[in-house]
């Protein structure tokens, strides 16, 4: 599976930005995907997941409400859609694939193996 995000950019606080990402290979309508995201000098943090046919969605706490992963089964994607979005949604996001249904463990990067390059987010305050 290789995954290609896009549509980061610079944003005022309050403002949205819809990221998407593509993905090539086989078994894409029966993967978990994810969106994660990364300050310089900090880990590698789950933001959103969606299972295999779009049936459980997974939020980070500080994202809920805000944000809105989907996916496009006939179009290989899988979108984050980010609204009212503060400073600290400041980082590089990216996108990750993990084969099959694994539920809870959506929110550990390490249960993902393929990621994407990362599409880096700036809000402005």
């Known amino acids: 599976v290789q995954l290609q995000a896009s549509g980061g950019g610079l944003v005022q606080a309050g403002g949205s930005l819809r990221l998407s990402c593509a993905a090539s290979g086989r078994a894409f309508s029966t993967s978990t995907l994810g969106w994660f995201r990364q300050v310089p000098g900090k880990e590698r943090e789950f933001v959103a997941a969606?299972?295999?046919?779009?049936?459980?969605?997974y939020y980070e706490d500080s994202v809920k409400g805000r944000f809105t992963i989907s996916r496009d089964n006939a179009k290989n994607t899988v979108n984050l859609q980010l609204n009212s979005l503060k400073p600290e949604d400041t980082a590089v996001y990216y996108c990750?694939?993990?084969?099959?249904?694994?539920?809870?463990?959506?929110?550990?990067?390490?249960?993902?193996?393929?990621w994407g390059q990362g599409t880096l987010v700036t809000v402005s305050s």
């Open positions: 969606i299972s295999g046919f779009g049936g459980s969605r």
């Open positions: 990750a694939a993990a084969m099959g249904f694994i539920g809870g463990a959506s929110a550990r990067a390490r249960s993902y193996a393929y």
